[in-house]
């Protein structure tokens, strides 16, 4: 039942009750059969499931896989190591996703809203979450609407619907209202839903719909309905996490084949023990092929991010999402609180020939003085010691004679007010007698059409003169100018006579005194960060529940609506397929007048068309598509309950550029990430090449697999940290969003991974060839070695120093893409310092120290070898530096031809 479109009777009749209400006995049995005045809350996850959550990643299946290997063959110490790895990893994730949840509940205002009922013929207050449908809830400015209600009654009853509308100016509300055809929730006059706020009058109303059947549960349901995607970088990782399984699988069933053409078991005979030799090799190259440290690398730097980000006034909910605000390439904003000041002002006055612009502050008239004065004593609203009380409308005309020193306290005591004519919605007027030096004056303010019909005269040059019809059309037309400018345009009038004046006389033969426009303003700081993200490549799009004039005039002075671009209606929207929205959505710059569920049909088809899309909003009406975005922003002071729960990001300032910031540090932590990835990654390769080469040319295995674990846990892994928290890159914002499918290896990355991967595994395999060569063993004899003899160990210890000096350096290089590392500085990332450091000493401490020499097979070697492993190790770096510079070379070619 469409309960706007049907007269109240009926609607009674429909519900079983009456204008006096229910009985406290049928009231009871309706709460018992059709439950409680709650929105269901989903059952919250249990600290144990929020930690096995965080194990739902591929790169932990393969270090898991890795953590069973290194038990089969008996190195406990290192499955034990492995499986910390992923213990912290997870530990990291769940501290996050709590610290985050504490931060919502924080934001929260923890309320129990009570409800007026009338029962039994009485009116009593009881807790909202006991109504029924059929209660006749009592309604007064200043409480919330308990439940969605058909008025029964209304008295000038204004509500403020902007939490679920959009809206931000309060509705006026007409009990008696019916209406035939579709209407929009901002456009139903006799309807009050539930969460909105009365601001002026009184009213009553009958329960039609609760809990879940409200307007608000209905956005409740469509939230649990959707369920949220991976982001970007979680695609990305197990994407990575499948590639390092299959090249597992793939090198051991590839040792496995080398060594049986090798071994020829089926001439020679089966032999368990070499078998087992070869298992045990296997698993080595699995293990230098798993970067084991990244998955820890990876929450420790999007941790760090998340710290940085909260400092900037953004918390963020869950780790993922740091990384997906830089790729984000479409922002969708609610305007209501989010682009604007959810406040409105008055912008603009005008009097006879003259309009002025509040924001210049210039010198008033006599005119305008009185304009002023009019809309202070003329008014409801109070406005003291900054605390404001009232309608949003009343109490910006109290901010605008504010600006211009006129005090509502000191007015009021100077002209007391002695009788009243109260704001009805069928006048559209107020107006309001005062005792002015003696003489008995009335002043009016209002709609201005309903006002000029109630005018003779107008002042002119401070003049009273007879409102000609000339005149009129003229004010006719600045109010239009007005309207079109979006502004709402209220008029002010007045009279004033030596004896007392009938009530009935109030609104006649009034004298037109001036206009004032109001608006919602857009925030100051918006623009320049709207500037900022079209300059990224960042598409700016409005989304909205309030009217289309009012969309546009704010769009086009953002710099949102711009030549070329169009503007829709949610009616307009319905009419399209969805196909036809995908074909046509990159059109459109503001989306007026839609629903909740229009909402989530846009951000839907933007993220079709391949858009990483952010959500920013505060409403109960945005939730839905903050949650179906790839990124939901929600404001939070002005921001609802509802808002904040479904969203990845809440700003704590409300402030639209600190969307703009979270990007900027999205991009620097992708590239950070990917730094330490592809470092990573290149590093793995040199060791899968240096051992599988050596196996494939029929030789022992030039590492052990002790010695690759304590490369990937200490030498490779602090300089991967220190890239993940480098320095911002200053350009970053000067590059476009990257692609949402875009792979870690794009832009030649991939390919400059593998040139350092092979380089590595080389030099690894010269340094070990060498240290053998020293000792006397020819390329000949390398297959007869085994293990533990001297010329082994002397020359797996150079190999072993190489290996792990040139990551050590190698890592200077992936500072940037294509920057030297003098152009990005060579010691400017401290930690990167401090990691060669370390990662140098540590190095010299286990070759010479004899336990941890003995503990990982190494000997010592003799200073000339160090000075020439180290001669090997800078080769990588030198290589990388070689290929970037040949890469700036070519670019400025091209710049140059364009």
């Avoid at 494939?696 to 490369?711: S, Y």
């Avoid at 000949?780 to 001297?790: H, N, R, V």
Wanted: charge should be neutral.
């Amino acid at each position: 039942m469409q309960f706007y479109k049907t007269d109240i009777k009926t609607v009674l009749t429909k519900l079983q009750t009456t204008k006096q209400g229910l009985t406290s006995e049928e009231a009871t049995k309706r709460l018992a059969e059709f439950g409680p005045n709650k929105l269901k809350e989903g059952k919250k996850p249990s600290i144990f499931k929020l930690f096995f959550n965080q194990l739902h990643d591929w790169l932990i299946y393969v270090l898991l896989i890795a953590t069973v290997l290194t038990f089969i063959v008996g190195d406990y110490i290192a499955g034990i190591i492995i499986l910390a790895i992923v213990i912290v990893n997870a530990v990291i994730g769940l501290l996050q996703e709590e610290k985050a949840n504490r931060a919502v509940e924080a934001l929260k205002e923890m309320t129990a809203p009570k409800s007026l009922v009338r029962r039994d013929n009485q009116i009593i207050e009881i807790e909202s979450s006991e109504l029924v449908v059929g209660d006749i809830v009592i309604l007064a400015a200043g409480r919330f609407i308990p439940a969605d209600l058909r008025l029964t009654a209304s008295s000038n009853l204004q509500i403020e619907e902007s939490s679920l509308t959009g809206e931000s100016v309060a509705v006026y509300k007409d009990a008696n209202k019916v209406f035939e055809q579709e209407m929009a929730l901002g456009d139903q006059e006799n309807m009050a839903f539930s969460s909105t706020f009365v601001t002026y009058g009184r009213g009553e109303g009958v329960v039609v719909k609760t809990a879940m059947e409200t307007e608000i549960g209905r956005i409740a349901t469509i939230l649990e309905s959707h369920e949220k995607e991976e982001t970007p970088l979680q695609k990305r990782l197990n994407e990575l996490g499948k590639i390092l399984g299959i090249i597992i699988i793939a090198i051991s069933v590839l040792i496995f084949i080398i060594h049986l053409i090798q071994k020829k078991p089926w001439v020679d005979g089966f032999d368990l023990k070499d078998t087992q030799n070869m298992f045990i090799i296997a698993i080595s190259l699995a293990v230098a092929a798993i970067p084991e440290g990244l998955v820890a690398i990876v929450a420790v730097v999007l941790a760090l991010g998340t710290t940085r980000m909260s400092k900037q006034n953004a918390i963020v909910k869950t780790l993922p999402a740091v990384e997906t605000l830089g790729s984000v390439n479409v922002i969708c904003s609610d305007k209501t609180g989010t682009l604007t000041q959810n406040k409105m002002t008055v912008t603009q006055i005008y009097t006879a020939n003259k309009l002025k612009t509040i924001a210049k502050k210039e010198k008033t008239t006599i005119t305008e003085d009185l304009l002023l004065k009019t809309f202070v004593l003329c008014n409801d609203a109070t406005l003291k010691n900054d605390v404001r009380t009232g309608d949003p409308t009343e109490i910006a005309l109290l901010d605008l004679a504010n600006v211009y020193g006129i005090e509502q306290e000191s007015l009021t005591i100077a002209f007391p007010r002695i009788a009243d004519l109260p704001f009805d919605s069928k006048r559209k007027l107020m107006s309001t007698a005062h005792l002015v030096e003696g003489d008995y004056t009335i002043y009016t303010k209002g709609a201005f059409d309903n006002l000029i019909a109630k005018c003779s005269h107008v002042l002119i040059a401070d003049k009273k003169e007879i409102l000609t019809d000339e005149l009129r059309a003229h004010f006719l037309a600045e109010a239009e100018k007005m309207s079109l400018a979006a502004l709402r345009v209220l008029a002010a009038a007045y009279k004033s006579q030596k004896s007392e004046i009938a009530l009935t006389d109030f609104e006649k033969d009034l004298t037109l005194i001036g206009l004032a426009g109001l608006i919602d303003p857009p925030r100051e700081e918006v623009k320049p960060a709207i500037i900022n993200c079209h300059k990224a490549g960042i598409k700016v799009i409005m989304i909205t529940g309030d009217h289309k004039n009012t969309a546009n005039a704010i769009a086009q002075e953002l710099g949102i609506l711009t030549p070329g671009k169009k503007t829709i209606t949610g009616s307009e929207l319905a009419a399209l397929s969805e196909k036809e929205l995908e074909e046509t959505i990159d059109d459109y710059s503001v989306f007026a007048r839609v629903t909740p569920e229009d909402k989530l049909k846009i951000v839907g088809a933007l993220k079709k068309k391949g858009y990483t899309v952010s959500m920013t909003g505060d409403g109960v009406n945005d939730a839905p598509a903050l949650k179906s975005a790839d990124i939901g922003v929600a404001m939070g002071i002005t921001g609802t309950d509802v808002a904040k729960s479904a969203s990845d990001m809440i700003l704590t300032d409300d402030n639209f550029t600190t969307i703009v910031h979270a990007i900027e540090e999205g991009r620097n932590i992708y590239n950070n990430i990917k730094k330490s990835v592809i470092f990573l990654l290149s590093c793995n390769l040199g060791e899968v090449i240096a051992i599988a080469l050596a196996i494939i040319l029929g030789w022992p295995a030039p590492l052990l697999a002790t010695q690759i674990l304590w490369i990937n846990l200490i030498t490779d892994s602090l300089p991967a940290i220190s890239l993940g928290v480098d320095l911002s890159d200053p350009d970053v914002m000067r590059e476009k969003p990257r692609p949402k499918n875009e792979s870690f290896f794009a832009h030649g990355t991939g390919t400059r991974a593998i040139i350092g991967g092979v380089l590595i595994g080389l030099l690894t395999l010269v340094a070990f060839i060498i240290g053998l060569t020293e000792k006397g063993v020819n390329l000949g004899q390398i297959s007869s070695l085994t293990q533990q003899a001297a010329a082994f160990k002397y020359a797996s210890t150079m190999a072993f120093v190489v290996l792990a000096t040139s990551q050590l350096f190698y890592s200077f290089s992936m500072r940037h893409h294509n920057k030297s590392i003098f152009q990005v500085g060579l010691f400017k990332n401290i930690w990167l310092v401090i990691s060669l450091i370390l990662g140098v000493l540590s190095l010299a401490l286990i070759v010479l120290i004899p336990p941890f020499r003995f503990a990982f097979g190494l000997v010592r070697i003799g200073l000339l070898d160090w000075l020439f492993v180290f001669v090997l190790a800078i080769i990588p770096l030198f290589i990388n530096e070689i290929i970037k510079f040949g890469m700036r070379i070519k670019e400025k070619k091209q710049l140059q031809v364009e």
